[in-house]
């Protein structure tokens, strides 16, 4: 079983950043994929970035240049550093672990941009 929690969510203005942790315990395989996906109020969950255990990343186009995903040392973190918010960045922000065919979900943090 695996137990994700982030931090790092809060209200920031336009143009501000922010740093978003997730922090994974259990049982974690040496192969994964781990992640950040958001929802919005009456949107669908989508993915934000994902970086494997070898450090390939992938980002949204709605992000790319402004977003940065990396891990944390002990390979169990992961961080996202989010540039140039922009009030459409606002949603509930997931972290998501994938090891083989199953995912796991963080609770979830609020990332809230003013205008």
């Known amino acids: 079983q695996v137990h994700l929690v982030e931090s790092g969510g809060g209200l920031v203005q336009a143009g501000g950043s922010l740093r978003l942790s997730c922090s994974a315990s259990?049982?974690?395989?040496?192969?994964?994929?781990m992640g950040w996906y958001r929802q919005a109020p009456g949107k669908q969950r989508e993915l934000v970035a994902s970086?494997?255990?070898?450090?390939?990343?992938d980002y949204a186009d709605s992000v790319k240049g402004r977003f940065t995903i990396s891990r944390g040392s002990a390979k169990n973190t992961v961080y996202l550093q989010m540039n140039s918010l922009k009030p459409e960045d606002t949603a509930v922000y997931y972290c998501?672990?994938?090891?083989?065919?199953?995912?796991?979900w963080g609770q979830g943090t609020q990332v809230t941009v003013s205008s």
């Open positions: 259990g049982s974690i395989f040496s192969i994964n994929v």
């Open positions: 970086i494997t255990n070898s450090g390939s990343t």
């Open positions: 998501s672990l994938l090891q083989s065919t199953f995912r796991s």
